[in-house]
């Protein structure tokens, strides 16, 4: 990703310019146009990044500059954040979801991540990276081998022929309100599948092959609120049409206030 500024019609503003990504070229031009498809159909919505347009030589997407640094940065970094600002951040994540599941047909967006939550100036959320994302219902959501971050992925899209859906977002979700609270709570940051393990058992490998075949999940410490832990674990389901919706999660995520219950470690 790059930083840029562009001129149009004697106004300059600055922008981001993302290049594909590195691989075999007929890889990396297929997520490109994937992507550009994508983000053609999606338009402009508050807390999407809003793509401006595309060059051919080289291949590039043209999109916001956003300038307030990725969600994951600032759980790694633990910047000044409270529980209303997570309530907040995860909201603002369910109505970029809420967006694409009700379009028609709904888009998946297939790579939720905290690396793909970014801020703006003003510290709203945006959505970023349509690189994986496709049509549900489109022919292409069946893909032998695997595509995405296996930390944050479902069970059901590590499979030999993995496959797809909305569900799959929820799932991605799951791991980053998870992800976003034990931040909060602990005063440190642990990528998803590392709290209370081994350092030396917590490889993608492990965590890939227990997620396939024996139903591991990350940790949920006792303290996070039961509201919190129910909406986590139902969206951490096995079977995809038993987790919410995106509609339920934001409403079950209405009745959760983390400023209410304060961390006690013994």
Same mark, same amino acid.
């Given at each position: 990703?790059?930083?840029?500024?562009?001129?149009?019609?004697? @106004?300059?503003?600055? @922008?981001?310019?993302?290049?594909?990504?590195?691989?075999?070229?007929?890889?990396?031009?297929?997520?490109?146009?994937?992507?550009?498809?994508?983000?053609?159909?999606?338009?402009?919505?508050?807390?999407?990044?809003?793509?401006?347009?595309?060059? !051919?030589?080289?291949?590039?997407?043209?999109?916001?500059?956003?300038?307030?640094?990725?969600?994951?940065?600032?759980?790694?970094?633990?910047?000044?954040?409270?529980?209303?600002?997570?309530?907040?951040?995860?909201?603002?994540?369910?109505?970029?979801?809420?967006?694409?599941?009700?379009?028609?047909?709904?888009?998946?967006?297939?790579?939720?991540?905290?690396?793909?939550?970014?801020?703006?100036?003003?510290?709203?959320?945006? @959505?970023?990276?349509?690189?994986?994302?496709?049509?549900?219902?489109?022919?292409?959501? !069946?893909?032998?081998?695997?595509?995405?971050?296996?930390?944050?992925?479902?069970?059901?899209?590590?499979?030999?022929?993995?496959?797809?859906?909305?569900?799959?977002?929820?799932?991605?979700?799951?791991?980053?309100?998870?992800?976003?609270?034990?931040?909060?709570?602990?005063?440190?940051?642990?990528?998803?599948?590392?709290?209370?393990?081994?350092?030396?058992?917590?490889?993608?490998?492990?965590?890939?092959?227990?997620? @396939?075949?024996?139903?591991?999940?990350?940790?949920?410490?006792?303290?996070?609120?039961?509201?919190?832990?129910?909406?986590?674990? !139902?969206?951490?389901?096995? !079977?995809?049409?038993?987790?919410?919706?995106?509609?339920?999660?934001?409403?079950?995520?209405?009745?959760?206030?983390?400023?209410?219950?304060?961390?006690?470690?013994?």
């Amino acid at each position: 990703m790059y930083k840029a500024d562009l001129t149009q019609y004697n @106004v300059t503003r600055t @922008v981001a310019v993302k290049m594909p990504s590195q691989g075999p070229e007929k890889k990396r031009l297929s997520h490109f146009r994937q992507e550009v498809y994508i983000a053609s159909n999606v338009g402009n919505f508050k807390h999407l990044v809003e793509v401006y347009g595309i060059t !051919e030589d080289p291949h590039s997407i043209v999109m916001q500059y956003c300038g307030g640094g990725s969600l994951h940065k600032t759980l790694q970094d633990r910047a000044s954040f409270t529980g209303k600002d997570i309530i907040r951040w995860g909201e603002e994540v369910m109505f970029a979801l809420d967006f694409l599941h009700g379009g028609s047909p709904p888009i998946i967006h297939a790579d939720i991540k905290s690396p793909n939550v970014i801020f703006d100036k003003e510290r709203c959320v945006k @959505v970023a990276d349509f690189g994986l994302s496709r049509h549900e219902g489109s022919k292409d959501l !069946e893909i032998s081998g695997f595509i995405g971050t296996v930390v944050y992925s479902s069970p059901e899209i590590l499979r030999p022929l993995a496959v797809f859906s909305t569900r799959s977002d929820i799932f991605a979700l799951g791991i980053l309100i998870y992800e976003m609270t034990l931040a909060l709570y602990e005063n440190r940051y642990y990528e998803p599948y590392s709290f209370e393990e081994d350092p030396n058992e917590n490889s993608v490998m492990r965590v890939f092959s227990g997620l @396939v075949s024996r139903n591991l999940r990350p940790n949920i410490p006792g303290y996070f609120p039961r509201p919190l832990k129910s909406l986590i674990t !139902e969206c951490w389901c096995e !079977e995809p049409s038993k987790r919410p919706s995106i509609k339920n999660a934001m409403q079950a995520w209405t009745q959760i206030d983390l400023e209410d219950n304060p961390l006690s470690v013994p």
